[in-house]
């Protein structure tokens, strides 16, 4: 018998935790979106060259988590109001549309059942918290998980691309204060309409989740327009502020 493959993992390189490094804090909300990015100052203060710090913006960049502008340098994207509407209203198409597809093929497990449940409690544990990165990690996981089961591949493809412009229209929601209502009400309520076995109903509380966070991200982002928003950490800790002895310990790309 021929001996099993056995799956070869690449170790991360130091661009790759350098990368993982600056996005973490960017989703907690350590650096307000419009924030330069220095390479020297990101250089000394995590132990890498600028080379490498350079590589890790431009790959953020393509995450549309930093602008860079050439000849000023680097910058934390800054979600415009335009950009949301187009992030808020593609996935109120998509997303309702996955789930009555999953809903009409019963597609979902009872185990799909209790990981969205935990999930939603998960959103309910860390809300009062305030721990951006984990909120908007399950907030994300809720969505995948749920409009995985549709078995559209194209639809899932598109979703996955817009998985770093969603979670910058998550952390916004949070930084701008925008939701009225909890996210684990408004997660439980698309949950309860899967559990009825209704996909008109669990597709309307999906749409209706998605639109009305975007419609109140958008008035708020009116309403403060000239301030920015405000840290909900009461702090201005950066990236610079992070312990940083993990940095060393990728390799050079």
Request: aromatic share 4%; charged share 30%; net charge negative.
């Amino acid at each position: 018998m021929a001996p099993r493959a056995v799956r070869f993992v690449r170790p991360p390189t130091l661009t790759d935790t350098v990368v993982d490094h600056i996005r973490e804090s960017l989703v907690r909300g350590q650096l307000v979106p419009g924030a330069p990015l220095h390479e020297l100052d990101l250089s000394k203060s995590l132990g890498v060259s600028r080379g490498t710090v350079r590589e890790a913006l431009r790959r953020l960049q393509d995450e549309n988590l930093v602008e860079i502008v050439p000849h000023q340098g680097a910058f934390v994207t800054k979600l415009s109001a335009r950009k949301a509407w187009e992030i808020y209203t593609l996935r109120a198409q998509l997303e309702p549309y996955a789930v009555r597809l999953a809903m009409e093929q019963r597609a979902y497990r009872a185990q799909d059942v209790d990981e969205l449940d935990n999930l939603v409690r998960r959103l309910g544990e860390l809300e009062p918290n305030g721990d951006l990165a984990e909120i908007i990690a399950a907030d994300l996981e809720f969505h995948r998980v749920i409009c995985e089961r549709s078995g559209h591949a194209l639809v899932m493809d598109v979703l996955r691309s817009l998985r770093s412009q969603t979670r910058l229209f998550i952390l916004n929601t949070i930084l701008y204060h925008s939701d009225l209502e909890r996210d684990e009400l408004t997660h439980r309520a698309i949950l309860n309409g899967v559990r009825a076995g209704d996909p008109a109903r669990a597709e309307e509380s999906m749409r209706k989740h998605i639109n009305d966070a975007g419609t109140w991200l958008l008035r708020r982002m009116e309403v403060q327009e000239i301030a920015p928003p405000a840290d909900p950490a009461n702090h201005t800790a950066t990236v610079l502020d992070e312990p940083r002895d993990h940095i060393k310990e990728g390799r050079e790309a």
